[in-house]
């Protein structure tokens, strides 16, 4: 798959949490943002995502990435940060995420968000990466996507499958 095709299928799977996707062609000088896309209402912060797309799942993604991600934030009037990859990051990125507070999804969140019908903004709560109550704000807004956290989510209430998306 083409970077830039990742990078369409990113901001798709975000509109299918109901995101809306300002923007979603990276680039020479997007500024570490491949897609910056507003959260779903009631919240409505604005998110950076920084999308890594390579080719063996276990190809890891450094801390310069997360450098980058984190820095220009504030440029894009951002409130929040994810790097989404089909790989793995190193334990100095993953850490530095943390410090930083940018949210991060490898290949096996790549796996559960789009083939097993789950939220993004659920699987970072799972992960502690946002507080659950960002989740559960969520979905309060939007009963019919409402998954108990502790479940394994059905098709039928987790939202559209893969094969719909």
Do not use: Y
């Not at 830039?4 to 000088?29: C, K, P, Q």
């Not at 796996?111 to 903004?121: A, H, I, K, N, Y």
């Not at 704000?137 to 998306?165: E, F, I, K, N």
Request: aromatic share 4%; glycine share 8%; hydrophobic share 45%.
């Amino acid at each position: 798959m083409h970077h830039r095709v990742f990078e369409h299928h990113i901001s798709r799977m975000l509109t299918f949490d109901g995101f809306a996707v300002e923007r979603w062609n990276g680039g020479a000088g997007d500024l570490a943002a491949d897609v910056i896309a507003r959260l779903p209402a009631p919240d409505g912060r604005r998110a950076i995502v920084q999308c890594k797309h390579v080719q063996d799942s276990d190809a890891t993604i450094g801390s310069g990435v997360i450098q980058q991600v984190a820095g220009t934030r504030q440029l894009h009037g951002a409130e929040l940060a994810f790097v989404v990859t089909t790989g793995k990051f190193t334990k100095p990125a993953t850490a530095l995420a943390r410090n930083l507070g940018v949210q991060l999804a490898d290949c096996d969140t790549m796996v559960q968000w789009t083939l097993c019908g789950e939220r993004l903004l659920d699987l970072f709560a799972e992960t502690g990466q946002l507080p659950k109550s960002s989740a559960a704000a969520l979905q309060a807004a939007d009963p019919a996507q409402a998954v108990p956290p502790t479940s394994t989510p059905s098709p039928a209430v987790a939202g559209p499958t893969a094969a719909a998306r």
